[in-house]
């Protein structure tokens, strides 16, 4: 399995909205409604942010939304804050109980 | 409350041995997967596998297949990453996380791992 491939980084000023892609195969982000997103702050350990494609575990921010269409899964930010600067990651099942995560992406808020 | 406590830092030389744990609490060790995953200086996550703490069956990433063993001891409620042989392209931070379906939903503190002769 390779790695799923996100942009390097993508920035924003406070307040927009931005948008980070994580495209895979049909072998995984295709095949599957299972693609999870993880935030990491430097130093930190990552966090779950949205599962099973659009989901959002308690606690997380309603600006976070994610969805899919065909092997792309998307991670949508709204009303950018600051400490939603860190590294971002997808990751996606790949069948046979193996899972794959995307090279991250770096947001940084101008 | 859910909790994942990982082992101390390591310093390693090439070709020794080593076994990292993670100390799970706040709910059924048997009912959730582990997952480890690996992060390598100023890179990115990397999955590396996971085991059934009830059963212990593990499967592995493909980059990880035969160079690392994953175990779990259901009695004190931990799991181990454990290599027989480092290197050092094994220098990295490796996180345990506990698998809720297909997400990690509990993260550790993140174990450093240092293999320098």
């Given amino acids: 399995q390779s790695a799923l491939t996100q942009p390097a980084s993508v920035s924003g000023s406070p307040g927009q909205s931005i948008t980070i892609s994580c495209t895979g195969t049909s072998s995984d982000v295709g095949s599957y409604n299972f693609v999870s997103w993880y935030q990491q702050h430097p130093g930190k350990a990552p966090k779950l942010m949205i599962y099973e494609g659009s989901k959002r575990p308690s606690g997380v921010s309603n600006r976070f939304s994610g969805s899919k269409s065909g092997n792309t899964a998307s991670l949508t930010i709204s009303g950018l804050q600051a400490d939603d600067e860190g590294d971002y990651y997808c990751c996606s099942y790949a069948g046979s109980f193996i899972w794959v995560f995307g090279g991250g992406t770096k947001v940084t808020v101008l | ?117």
């Fill in chain 2, 1 to 117: 409350e859910v909790q994942l406590v990982q082992s101390g830092a390591e310093v390693k030389k090439p070709g020794e041995s080593l076994s990292i744990s993670c100390k799970a609490s706040g709910y059924r060790f048997t009912s959730f997967w582990i997952t480890w995953v690996r992060q390598m200086p100023e890179k990115g996550l990397e999955w590396m596998g996971r085991i059934d703490p009830s059963d212990s069956h593990t499967n592995y990433g493909p980059s990880f297949q035969g160079h690392v063993t994953i175990s779990a001891d259901k009695s004190i409620s931990t799991a181990y990453l454990q290599w027989s042989s480092l290197n050092a392209s094994d220098t990295a931070i490796y996180y345990c996380a506990r698998q809720e379906a297909t997400e990690a939903d509990y993260w550790g503190q993140g174990t450093l791992v240092t293999v320098s002769s």
